[in-house]
């Protein structure tokens, strides 16, 4: 702004000191304008997190990490409209980044996690979303993927010696 004043002024204490405290009010405007923006994204919202909770029925719980707390409001969002299993896989992929199928027959939904070796970290928040979106007269499956005795065949028994079955067979060590 210095710039676009004539050269006699251009000198002037004055000047720059307004221009210099305007231009730093404009940072912290700008600041909080991206901050606002932020918020209008589940994906980037942090302080906004619990307004989404409260408007959509979650229960606002901070000492979750915002990851999980951001699936349970994507899933809630997502989870409204007819129940098939597009629906339902997307709320199951809410926490899995795209690695469920879902399947219909003999009146029971089964949901198989083809993506994660060993039970997701947070199927319990899955098993609730589905639970909520799902016909009460459909019950639910839960298939998980494991390692089998042909998975752990490429190591040596010296190379699992310090792993448990567990570990080996929920994929800790491959």
Known sequence: MMKRLPPFMRGSALYKTLFDTSAAQLAIRDV????ITAQLSVDTATWALSIYETELGIPVETSKPASERRSVIKSRMRG??????????????????????VSFSDGRITVTFNDVIGVPENIEDVKRAIEEVKPAHLAVEYVFL?????????????????YTWGQVMSGDIF
């Open 80 to 101: 409204t409209g007819k129940v098939d299993a597009a629906l339902i896989r997307l709320v199951a992929n809410s926490w899995t980044n795209g690695g469920a199928a």
């Open 146 to 162: 494991f390692n089998t005795w042909k998975d752990a065949a490429t190591k040596t028994w010296g190379e699992l010696n310090n």
């Open 32 to 35: 909080k304008i991206a901050n």
